[in-house]
């Protein structure tokens, strides 16, 4: 079982619709919580982070962890084109090296 | 500049060759990562520094791995007698300080013939 794993996809939605992304996780140790957006031939770029359980809104997104249940996800209101693009989830443990375990990602279209 | 520059963006190169990526991290930041993005896998972790030093190297997936970090800055990962299954986008991030959020370049795109 990998450490983080994320639905394979693609996904693809008409504009406008609400999306659900989702990572579940098997340590208990990873405390701070990351999704990244990723366009083609472009690095990651940071959307959401969090720190243990909770919610976080930025705009139309809204990142969610569950600890207990050892799950994350990401939500997009009112989607647009420019949201398609690649997810990835991310995970780190508390202490001095934060290194980064990641989902594979997800493919996301957003139709017009 | 703003953000983490890597270079060169493209390398095409012949097996058994030598490699050299680098990164330029944000100004100020002082934790610096390299990761590995393979077609079709997730992000692997490399190696981390903390100013100059490399207290995880765990990454690394062989001795044909190295990297170094000079002046709290310009990181360069190397790779030596490149095998076709090194291919990938490398990714270079940079923090300022653990457990604060990384930002990535656009990384390297190696293939190797």
């Known amino acids: 079982q990998k450490e983080v794993e994320q639905d394979p996809g693609p996904l693809s939605v008409p504009e406008g619709a609400i999306v659900s992304l989702n990572c579940t996780y098997s340590n208990s140790a990873f405390q701070y919580f990351m999704w990244y957006r990723q366009y083609s031939r472009k690095g990651p770029e940071l959307l959401m982070y969090?720190?243990?359980?909770g919610n976080k809104e930025d705009g139309r997104f809204t990142a969610q962890v569950d600890k207990s249940s050892k799950y994350i996800s990401l939500f997009i209101r009112d989607s647009q084109p420019s949201d398609s693009a690649t997810y990835l989830c991310a995970m780190s443990y508390t202490g001095a090296n934060s290194k980064l375990t990641f989902g594979k990602g997800i493919t996301l279209s957003v139709r017009p | 500049g703003a953000g983490v520059s890597q270079s060169p963006s493209n390398k095409v190169t012949e097996k058994g060759k030598d490699v050299e990526l680098r990164c330029d991290p944000i100004?100020?930041?002082?934790?610096l990562y390299w990761y590995r993005q393979r077609l079709g896998q997730g992000l692997e972790f490399l190696i981390y520094?903390?100013?100059?030093?490399?207290?995880?190297k765990s990454g690394l997936p062989s001795d044909r791995f190295s990297a170094e970090r000079t002046g709290e800055s310009v990181s360069t990962l190397t790779i030596q007698r490149t095998q076709q299954e090194d291919s990938a986008v490398y990714l270079c991030?940079?923090?300022?300080?653990?457990?604060?959020?990384?930002?990535f370049g656009d990384g390297t795109r190696l293939s190797i013939l």
């Open positions: 969090t720190y243990s359980s």
């Open positions: 100004s100020g930041h002082t934790a």
């Open positions: 520094f903390q100013g100059n030093s490399a207290p995880d």
């Open positions: 991030a940079s923090s300022i300080g653990t457990n604060q959020p990384q930002h």
